[in-house]
């Protein structure tokens, strides 16, 4: 099935990244292609966060299709085309070789106790800032268990598919 129409079936749209000002809403369509470096993957996501009003509360629900091998996935801080440290954990780690995925893959909330890295003991505003300034992305990882890393889809345990928020 090509990519859009996999893409069409699952109910995802095929749109950039997008906030709607002052809503608290955030999506990222996940690709392949947006990784850094890019790769050949036919996998696709979908992440979909909410912010409370607030600010102490992140609503989130991470979508994947046609992927292979998922071991995790977390939103990162970094700008498009820049790789960056983890922030926020929205699941796994499991262990590598688990097959392919199709579906929600998590759901959940993050607070600003579950905030790493250069965040971590920060308030959850901190991370909502970077969201809004586009500096944050969306990242599932996978991972064949069998060495060399890197072979090709299902094997890309730094990033396989990534989508900016």
Do not use: C, K, W
Request: aromatic share 4%; net charge negative; no cysteine.
């Amino acid at each position: 099935m090509r990519r859009t129409a996999l893409v069409l079936a699952l109910g995802l749209a095929l749109v950039p990244s997008v906030a709607t000002a002052g809503s608290g809403n955030f999506r990222a369509h996940l690709t392949g292609d947006n990784e850094v470096p890019p790769n050949e993957s036919q996998g696709q996501g979908q992440a979909i966060i909410q912010v409370n009003e607030d600010e102490t509360a992140i609503s989130y629900r991470l979508i994947a299709s046609n992927i292979e091998n998922v071991v995790a996935s977390h939103i990162h801080v970094g700008a498009p085309d820049v790789n960056g440290p983890v922030v926020a954990f929205l699941f796994g780690n499991v262990p590598p070789a688990g097959g392919r995925t199709d579906g929600v893959l998590a759901t959940g909330t993050i607070t600003a106790a579950n905030l790493v890295g250069p965040l971590a003991g920060q308030p959850l505003s901190a991370l909502v800032d970077e969201i809004e300034a586009g500096n944050t992305y969306v990242n599932v990882h996978t991972n064949d268990g069998v060495d060399p890393p890197n072979t090709g889809p299902g094997d890309f345990p730094g990033g396989e598919i990534r989508g900016q928020l």
